[in-house]
């Protein structure tokens, strides 16, 4: 069946135009499938950037938010409640160290441990935060500054001070940049807004090196591969590091908003340094430890590593078959694939008329996020469709 292209209607909408939205208005959402208003299914490849770790509406997440929605679904953090601190055991068992702060936002999980990094390095008078050029860590103004992207910097200029930017992979420009003022390495495994530039881990253990070396801390922000994206419960954990303060968010919640900042016990924050009063709420942190139980009992560590790789040679084989220079990359379900510069909208396009969503990261790059969940099936379709919808935006732009 051809699809028609649906447009939102010609009316001005209410809301603030923060995003250039593709034409489509999905009510519904099922599996690794979404469908818009004219009944019209997708397999969804973007998996709300990379959140819908279980897919759209697994039946145990659905019963655990709903019964809780009906007990209790906020107190403000001056009570405990037992879904918190499940979780927060519950993580730091996966991650093997530390105590949890918990947010509202991957944006918020960064400017906790940026406030972690600065209230540690003051006594000894290091501010300075190195970042990574290319680099997404939020919106919000101090995730703002470690960003790597001055485009997005230069509206709203000045930003914080104390932020350094080298280019990822380059041991000796961070050599050269991690000094004795230098509070904390920030580091994303694999950069997602950046175009899915996985780190060498090379690269990544000599952060860990230096941090060591110079008494600085390795953040790394797991916001976008963390909770089972890329084949391990976190990036870090197949990469030969460990950090001093991990960044969660975005699949935690299963589609409901929460994130996580996880430190070491020797540099969290004492009481009145920092808090919120939504972040860690019974409903997001029981939706949460129901994101931990499917991935775990439907094992879908496992199927992102093997679904991953699929995904990545089927394509590498679609790129080269292209004549397109650079490789797709990533790690995991987090699949990077470059397609030229002005060819990626085209792209998407022809992925959606195909009956396909995904994503853009960076200049050119076609992500792939879709829900753990998917099938061998599912992505060699999705490999096909992208080569046609490759094909075509090729023409349109010979």
């Keep these: 069946m051809k699809r028609a292209d649906p447009s939102i209607e010609a009316k001005r909408s209410a809301i603030m135009p923060t995003y250039k939205r593709y034409p489509l208005t999905i009510v519904r959402g099922e599996g690794i499938r979404v469908f818009d208003d004219r009944g019209n299914a997708y397999v969804d490849f973007a998996g709300g950037i990379a959140v819908m770790a279980i897919g759209h509406s697994h039946p145990k997440w659905v019963r655990a938010v709903s019964e809780q929605a009906g007990t ?55 501010t300075k935060v190195v970042a990574l050029d290319g680099a997404f860590h939020g919106r919000t103004f101090a995730s703002l500054a470690a960003t790597g992207q001055p485009e997005k910097q230069a509206p709203f200029q000045p930003l914080p001070e104390g932020f350094a930017h080298v280019a990822p992979n380059d041991v000796e420009a961070l050599d050269r940049a991690v000094d004795l003022q230098t509070a904390a390495v920030l580091m994303e495994p694999v950069l997602g807004e950046g175009g ?21 801390l390795l953040i790394l922000d797991e916001v976008q591969t963390g ?14 590091v460990q950090p001093d303060v991990l960044t969660s968010a975005k699949a935690l919640g299963g589609g409901l908003p929460i994130g996580a900042t996880i430190a070491r016990e020797e540099f969290v924050f004492a009481p009145g340094e920092h808090a919120t009063t939504f972040g860690g709420g019974p409903l997001v942190c029981t939706a949460a430890l129901a994101v931990l139980d499917v991935i775990e009992e439907e094992g879908l560590v496992e199927n992102a590593r093997k679904q991953g790789e699929r995904l990545l040679a089927g394509l590498n084989d679609a790129v080269s078959n292209a004549g397109l220079p650079d490789p797709a990359r990533g790690l995991g379900l987090l699949v990077g694939a470059p397609v030229g510069t002005g060819r990626s909208r085209a792209v ?51």
């Design 196 to 216: 899915i530039l996985p780190l060498d881990v090379e690269y990544l253990q000599a952060a860990r090196r230096l941090c060591d070396d110079r008494g600085a």
């Design 227 to 240: 909770v089972g994206r890329c084949g391990s419960w976190y990036a870090f954990q197949q990469l030969g």
């Design 72 to 126: 209790l679904t906020h107190v403000s953090n001056l009570w405990s409640t037992e879904p918190q601190e499940r979780l927060a055991g519950r993580l730091t068992d996966i991650v093997g160290f530390g105590e949890v702060f918990f947010s509202n936002s991957g944006a918020e999980s960064v400017e906790a441990a940026l406030k972690i990094a600065r209230r540690n390095g003051r006594p000894s008078g290091r």
């Design 348 to 398: 998407i396009d022809g992925l959606r008329a195909r009956g396909f969503l995904a994503t853009e990261a960076g200049n050119g790059v076609i992500r792939a996020t879709p829900p753990l969940t998917v099938d061998a099936d599912s992505v060699d379709a999705f490999v096909t469709a992208f080569g046609e919808a490759l094909a075509d935006a090729s023409k349109e732009t010979e």
